[in-house]
C-alpha cells in the first residue's frame, strides 16, 4: 500500500518564526489532505488540496502530484499552533485515507 | 452546523468485557469512517461504510470487531471480549461522498485494565 512519510518528526519555534512541514506519498494520490491535531485530541481539517496551493491566513499548502509531495507553510507562528500537524493521502477506490507519522510542533513565547 | 460527534468521550472497561461506541456523523454525510490511534502514531483506518453496508472493512484488525450503521446515518463500533491492546483512541470520521474531504469526531478514549 501507499507509505506517507513526513519531515521533520519534532519542530521548536519561537512564536512569531515560519516554517515548512514536509509530506512525500510513495504513490500517486486522489485526495491530500493536512490535519492539525490539538493537544485535546480534535483533529482539524486544515487543508484539502490533491494538487496545487491554497492558504488560509498565515497557512498554506502546496501539493506537487506529479512529484508525490505536499508542503504545509506556516507564517508567523503563535503558541496556538502548537499540536501535531499530520498530512493523510488517499489513493484509488479504497477511500481510506493513510496517515503520516506527523510532525509535533512546538511554539515558544 | 454540527459536527461528527462521538460517544462517550472516554470509556474505562475490564478486559474480556463487551463495548460500544457511537458515532453521529455530520448530517447528509454518506461515507462514514473508523479509525484507531495509538499514543504516538497518526490515525489508523478500520472499516468504511457508504449508505448502510461495510464497503471496505479490511482494517478492523480481528473478528473481535464489528459494526454497524442500520439507517445509513449513526454508526456503532462493537468490541467483544476486549484486551489491553485495545486500549487507543477511537475515532470517527464522515464525508459527504466517497472521496471527498474527511471530517473527524472528537473519539472515543477507551481504556482496557
Known amino acids: 500500500g501507499i507509505q506517507v512519510e513526513q519531515s521533520p518528526p519534532d519542530l521548536i519555534l519561537q512564536e512569531g518564526a515560519n516554517s515548512t512541514l514536509r509530506c512525500n506519498f510513495s504513490?500517486?494520490?486522489?485526495?491530500l489532505q493536512w490535519f492539525h491535531q490539538n493537544p485535546w485530541g480534535q483533529l482539524i481539517n486544515l487543508f484539502y488540496i490533491p494538487s496545487g496551493t491554497k492558504q488560509n491566513g498565515r497557512l498554506s499548502a502546496t501539493t506537487v502530484a506529479t512529484e508525490r509531495y505536499s508542503l504545509l507553510y506556516i507564517s508567523s507562528s503563535q503558541t496556538t499552533d502548537s499540536g501535531v500537524y499530520f498530512c493523510a493521502a488517499l489513493r484509488g477506490a479504497t477511500n481510506k485515507l493513510i496517515f503520516g507519522t506527523g510532525t509535533l510542533l512546538a511554539v515558544q513565547p | 452546523g454540527a459536527g461528527v460527534s462521538q460517544t462517550p468521550s472516554n470509556k474505562v472497561t475490564e478486559k474480556g468485557k463487551y463495548v460500544e461506541l457511537r458515532c453521529d456523523p455530520i448530517s447528509g454525510h454518506t461515507a462514514l469512517y473508523w479509525y484507531r490511534q495509538s499514543l504516538g502514531q497518526g490515525p489508523e483506518f478500520l472499516i468504511y461504510f457508504q449508505g448502510t453496508g461495510a464497503a471496505d472493512d479490511s482494517g478492523l484488525p480481528n473478528d473481535r470487531f464489528f459494526a454497524v450503521r442500520p439507517e445509513g446515518s449513526v454508526s456503532t463500533l462493537k468490541i467483544q471480549r476486549t484486551e489491553r491492546g485495545d486500549s487507543a483512541v477511537y475515532l470517527c470520521a464522515s464525508s459527504f461522498d466517497r472521496g471527498s474531504e474527511q471530517y473527524f469526531g472528537p473519539g472515543t478514549r477507551l481504556t482496557v485494565t
Open positions: 504513490d500517486s494520490v486522489n485526495n
